[in-house]
Every structure is written in structure tokens, then in C-alpha cells.
């Protein structure tokens, strides 16, 4: 496994590069894999983190703020990324120990035969509609008024045939539309704004810092895709490679128990959330309290990521719906 030296890392966060590093493998000096215990002797395991710049991993930044990691043994390095499907490559490949996703890449990566296993939560939809972190927004005189109305628009979303376009397509389903119809274009969430100012597409799909940017620039939300659409979405999760589970079961472990305490520690404390933001997004500070901060659960939601399972097949990003079970490390479940 490759790591990133902190020079390395500070170019990549600047570049947004989805992976890259150098370095040796994760353990001590001769080969044996690290544990919690590591930690309180100074000896500590560097781990790679890909990550994509929005709310849904505020959790690890408090948790690398707060020493959580270095309470478990783990020199955390994160590496920026567009979005979860071009960290899975790198977390495949062994250039990255870890990666944040959401689930419905880990599900396409599964359908096409890659071994990676669900390691920790991730973020979860709030479940309201009016206040969710993530929402698809048009400009207030355009005529788009539901999910229905998305029928024969152009709509952006960060990555194709991604849980984005997929959510958004059950729901113009459920309204009675014909998801086929609608036109997704690929953008990345930093450039949406524009893309939408212009009159490039008619709608975004947007998620916290953006979406709350959107709203200040006055534009109307008319859907909220993980609120409306699954009970309970778990949005994303934290994933390892089968090799790295297998080969190395004390760090997954150390790294699942820091992460669940990072998301309980983001639960527990929204403020600090909000404020963390300021470190790694784009955000105006005068914004943080408009923010709709997800819900941050400390297991994995099988239940929800079996029915993203069912939405996945049914729109056609996999062939199969798969066991559940087998996707998820036992620690987790």
C-alpha cells in the first residue's frame, strides 16, 4: 500500500487528485500490522483516506481534529477527491488504505466482480424534505415544479449513473414520469452553479455546501432525492479492499471504532461540524448556519442499502441485486 507524504498530501488537496502517494505499507517496521495499543506507545499506522470535499465527512476531519484516530493507532492522511467512483480504483489498487462512497458505486463495484467491503457508516439523509442536504434546485422562473417536471430537462449531477441520477429517477418514477426521459449531464458540484446560471442545464442535483450556496443565489428546491425516495437513506460509507481486510483485520478494526466515534462526537456536536466545514470547502462563514447537517449513525443501515440495491437494478447500474451480508465487513453489520 502506498501513503502520501503531508507535502504530497497538501499538492493533492490542492489539485483534487483522486489518488496518489508514496511511502510504505501499513504496519510497524517489520511487517506486523498496528493496533490500538500502538497508539500509546507513539508508534502509529499511516493510513490513506480518500475523501470528496462536502458535508457527509465532516465526521473524520473532527475526528482527526479531536485525536479520535491517534487515540486508535492511526496517522490519518486524506486525499481529496471528485467523487466516490473514482476512489474506489484507488482503494482497489491498494494506492489508498480507505475511501468514503456512496453506496451505490460500492454496489456497481460489486456487480462488476471488484472485492470491497463496507468498513463503517457514513452519512445519512435527515429525512426532511424541507431541510435535507441535498436537493434538486432549479432557477425560480423555469417552470420545473416536481420530479415529474424533470421529464425532457437537463439535469446535473457530480457523477452518471451514480446514486444521484438514480434517486432522482425513482422519483420522477414515483410521480408518474418516464425517468428515460430525462437528460443527465455530468458536472462536478463546484461548477454547478454556473452551469445552471448559464442556462447550461435546467436543474441540479446539489448537496450541502452547494445546496445551501444555491439557495442564498435564490434558486427554488423542488425534490429532495434521499429524503423522498428511502426511509432512512444511509448515504455513503467508508470501504476497504477484501485484501486489506483479510490481510490486516487489527487496522480495519482500529480505523471502523475510530470512525464510529467520530460520527457519534459529529452527532453530538453539529456546531463543531458546521465549523470544520471552513477547513476543507469553499464555504462562506456567514452560510454555516443554513446548513442542513445529515445525520451521522454509527452503524451501517442494511435495510437501506438493500432497497438502494432494488433502485440500482431496477434503473439498470447493476445486473443483480447481491447479498447484502457479503458486502458488509462483519463489524459493521
Not at 39 to 51: C, R
Not at 207 to 223: C, H, K, L, T
Not at 295 to 322: C, K, Q, T, Y
Request: charged share 20%; with cysteine; net charge negative.
Amino acid at each position: 500500500m502506498k501513503h502520501l507524504s503531508r507535502g504530497a498530501f497538501a499538492l493533492c488537496a490542492v489539485l483534487a487528485l483522486s489518488a496518489c502517494g508514496s511511502g510504505s505499507p501499513s504496519g510497524d517496521a517489520d511487517g506486523e500490522p498496528a493496533d490500538d495499543a500502538e497508539a500509546g506507545s507513539g508508534e502509529l499506522t499511516e493510513v490513506e483516506l480518500g475523501l470528496i470535499p462536502i458535508v457527509d465527512v465532516a465526521p473524520i476531519y473532527l475526528g482527526q481534529q479531536e485525536g479520535i484516530f491517534e487515540e486508535h493507532g492511526i496517522e490519518l492522511t486524506l486525499t481529496l477527491a471528485q467523487g466516490g467512483a473514482a476512489i474506489i480504483p484507488a482503494v482497489s489498487s491498494g494506492d489508498m488504505d480507505f475511501g468514503f462512497s456512496n453506496v451505490t458505486s460500492l454496489l456497481i463495484a460489486a456487480d462488476n466482480g471488484l472485492p470491497l467491503q463496507t468498513v463503517a457508516a457514513g452519512p445519512q439523509t435527515t429525512g426532511d424534505s424541507e431541510n435535507d442536504f441535498g436537493a434538486v434546485l432549479v432557477k425560480p422562473d423555469s417552470g420545473i415544479e416536481s420530479a415529474q417536471d424533470l421529464e425532457g430537462q437537463r439535469v446535473a449531477v457530480n457523477t452518471l449513473n451514480n446514486i444521484s441520477d438514480s434517486m432522482i429517477s425513482e422519483g420522477v418514477l414515483e410521480a408518474g414520469g418516464e425517468p428515460s426521459n430525462v437528460d443527465f449531464v455530468e458536472v462536478a458540484f463546484p461548477d454547478m452553479l454556473a452551469q445552471l446560471e448559464a442556462d447550461n442545464v435546467d436543474a441540479i442535483f446539489a448537496v450541502d455546501p452547494f445546496a445551501s450556496m444555491a439557495d442564498n443565489e435564490g434558486y427554488d428546491r423542488i425534490f429532495a432525492p434521499y429524503a423522498d425516495v428511502v426511509e432512512e437513506l444511509g448515504v455513503g460509507t467508508y470501504f476497504a479492499s477484501q485484501q486489506l481486510v483479510d490481510e490486516d483485520p487489527e487496522l480495519v478494526e482500529s480505523f471502523h471504532t475510530a470512525v464510529r466515534e467520530s460520527q457519534a462526537y459529529a452527532a453530538e456536536n453539529p456546531e463543531a461540524v458546521r465549523q470544520v466545514l471552513l477547513e476543507y470547502t469553499s464555504i462562506d462563514e456567514s452560510m454555516l448556519e443554513e446548513l442542513a447537517i445529515p445525520a451521522f449513525p454509527e452503524d451501517v443501515n442494511l435495510d437501506s442499502l438493500e432497497e438502494v440495491a432494488e433502485i440500482s437494478e431496477r434503473h439498470g447500474l447493476i445486473g443483480e441485486v447481491p447479498n447484502i451480508d457479503d458486502l458488509v465487513w462483519e463489524g459493521a453489520r
